[in-house]
């Protein structure tokens, strides 16, 4: 679920950071890995389970005219949507790379569900709305992300690992 609350700002598309729960990290290492990325991302909101591990944190991209909501979901839910997406993404899948994520997504018992919001840049009708998003944020931070957790990034909109 979406923590994300902000005015200004439009939802746009979800991704997901599928991996085995074992390998959820801590929210202060997920924190300063994100922060270290660059400098022009502001982290917010990092919160915690009991046991110092990530549950879900917001980052803002003024420069990018974006935002991110991260969250953790882990056990069941995931567990039952694993062969769904597999499903799905097994027509989109063209290499030896891509054959060997879809193998560990079968593995996955957590995900982060990555939210990218664009901020609205008050015009008066939308039709004339110009596209001032940058989408790289977006990706350099699910790489992060995938890397931290050995996880593997999903693109559920379009069916298809990133």
């Given at each position: 679920m979406s923590l994300f609350e902000r005015p200004g700002y439009e939802w746009r598309e979800t991704f997901f950071v599928l991996f085995d729960a074992a390998r959820r990290p801590e929210a202060e290492s997920v924190s300063a890995a994100i922060s270290k990325l660059n400098k022009r991302f502001q982290v917010e909101a990092v919160r915690a389970n009991d046991t110092?591990?990530?549950?879900?944190?917001?980052?803002l991209s003024p420069d990018d005219f974006a935002a991110m909501d991260i969250s953790c979901v882990v056990g069941e839910e995931v567990i039952e949507q694993v062969p769904l997406l597999q499903n799905e993404l097994r027509a989109n899948v063209d290499s030896d790379e891509q054959r060997e994520q879809l193998r560990r997504l079968g593995q996955s018992t957590a995900r982060l569900?990555?939210?990218h919001f664009e901020q609205q840049i008050g015009q008066e009708d939308a039709g004339d709305e110009p596209d001032f998003m940058d989408p790289g944020g977006?990706?350099?931070v699910l790489e992060r992300l995938a890397e931290i957790c050995d996880g593997v990034v999903v693109d559920p909109q379009s069916a298809s690992l990133l």
């Amino acid at each position: 679920m979406s923590l994300f609350e902000r005015p200004g700002y439009e939802w746009r598309e979800t991704f997901f950071v599928l991996f085995d729960a074992a390998r959820r990290p801590e929210a202060e290492s997920v924190s300063a890995a994100i922060s270290k990325l660059n400098k022009r991302f502001q982290v917010e909101a990092v919160r915690a389970n009991d046991t110092g591990q990530f549950e879900s944190m917001t980052i803002l991209s003024p420069d990018d005219f974006a935002a991110m909501d991260i969250s953790c979901v882990v056990g069941e839910e995931v567990i039952e949507q694993v062969p769904l997406l597999q499903n799905e993404l097994r027509a989109n899948v063209d290499s030896d790379e891509q054959r060997e994520q879809l193998r560990r997504l079968g593995q996955s018992t957590a995900r982060l569900d990555v939210f990218h919001f664009e901020q609205q840049i008050g015009q008066e009708d939308a039709g004339d709305e110009p596209d001032f998003m940058d989408p790289g944020g977006l990706l350099v931070v699910l790489e992060r992300l995938a890397e931290i957790c050995d996880g593997v990034v999903v693109d559920p909109q379009s069916a298809s690992l990133l």
